[in-house]
């Protein structure tokens, strides 16, 4: 069976939706400059396929439109979407594909722009929204500050306090990623009506403790209610793609993808999920939580990765170490490839290692997706 190795792996600077610089910026415009980037550089020839994850969207397959501007029009495009773990799902399934002698060499990722998502209609409703599970008083499927935030943190006995403290250290972490440099090689520019966007705009770096004490909490109804706009994800607009390849081809390798695993629960227990997606993406590549050197768990809200590192006792220094869905924000389909772009990187920049990304997704589910990059 052939191995399937990252031979690319970018992604745009996230923007915050509805004001910051991608205000402006459709999904489409988004994937074309990510994908043409990674792109960059293969042959043309050599490229089967174009996965791109997207939510929310309005239907239609953005991939496609990504690879007729990206100079690929023999390329075909696949939509997909496994909800916010759809990102890590687009990467999986091009690893798949290659790893079953399908392809040679797949593009994918994943694409969200919040600001300019269409809104949708339903038998005459003006606005929306495609529910992710049946709709449940202890799990509402359109309020994921109840079904994963709250519902996380009570199961797991976690205080707004501990929230708080981690939303801070994810901006903190962040903001001294972006200063150091460490996003350097894996953004890259997008031109928008706004002028060139170069950078992730939403890490605060004014945010203290006690500004995250001084926020309300989302439902003051609620007793003892204690998630908040500090301790929960962004909004954001963003893209992130990888190049995966058959690794008989030669070409250059970032990294090589060990295995990968989803989960699911009942969708009050959301936020558990990366505790059960994680061990089981370890296992298939026939490793444990000891070999893991950095792990990305996505801060839908603060309470998700907290509690994956309190079940499976995991070291928090080695996890969200450039910041996550508090600091740097949740493009929801893009995220989860944002996440693999990332570890990549960072694990290059530490001289190699193990990474697992993971992430819950909306109606009960949970992704993880395990990475090596070899040592110089």
């Known amino acids: 069976m052939p191995e399937a190795v990252l031979v690319a792996a970018l992604r745009t600077p996230i923007g915050t939706a509805f004001k910051g610089s991608l205000r402006d910026t459709t999904a489409y415009d988004l994937a074309d400059r990510v994908v043409t980037a990674v792109a960059e550089g293969l042959d043309p020839d050599l490229v089967d396929d174009l996965v791109l994850a997207e939510s929310h969207y309005g239907g239609g397959v953005i991939a496609r439109h990504a690879a007729v501007t990206a100079g690929l029009p023999q390329v075909p ?63 509402p499927n359109l309020d994921m500050s109840v079904t994963v935030g709250w519902n996380t943190a009570v199961r797991e006995g976690l205080t707004r306090a501990e929230m708080d403290a981690w939303a801070l250290r994810s901006h903190r972490n962040a903001v001294r990623a972006l200063d150091e440099g460490r996003f350097k090689h894996e953004t890259v520019p997008v031109d928008t009506p ?68 989803s989960v699911a629960l009942d969708p009050a227990e959301t936020g558990l999920t990366p505790v059960g997606a994680i061990p089981k993406a370890l296992e298939r590549s026939g490793m444990s939580l000891s070999d893991v050197d950095l792990f990305e768990i996505n801060e839908a809200f603060a309470s998700v990765p907290l509690a994956a ?29 944002r996440m693999v772009v990332t570890l990549v990187h960072e694990l290059r920049r530490r001289g190699g290692g193990v990474g697992v990304a993971s ?11 395990v990475l090596e990059v070899p040592t110089p």
């Open 77 to 139: 495009g696949l939509a997909l979407n496994r909800h916010c773990a759809a990102g890590l799902a687009a990467v999986s399934t091009a690893a798949a594909s290659v790893r079953a002698g399908m392809d040679r060499l797949v593009l994918a990722g994943g694409v969200n722009s919040a600001s300019t998502a269409p809104k949708l209609s339903f038998l005459g409703r003006e606005r929306w929204v495609p529910p992710s599970h049946p709709d449940r008083p202890d799990a």
């Open 309 to 337: 590192i309190r079940r499976l006792g995991l070291d928090p220094d080695t996890v969200n170490v450039n910041g996550s869905g508090c600091s740097l924000g949740h493009p929801v389909a893009a995220t989860g490839t």
């Open 359 to 369: 992430m819950c997704a909306g109606g009960g589910m949970g992704s993880a997706l």
């Open 194 to 261: 706004h002028g060139p966007f170069e950078a992730d705009e939403h890490p605060r770096r004014d945010t203290t403790a006690e500004k995250l004490a001084a926020l309300k909490p989302l439902h003051p109804e609620i007793e003892g209610f204690s998630i908040t706009a500090g301790n929960a994800c962004g909004a954001n607009d963003a893209a992130a793609a990888v190049a995966v390849a058959d690794e008989r081809l030669g070409l250059p390798a970032l990294a090589r993808v060990r295995s990968w695993a």
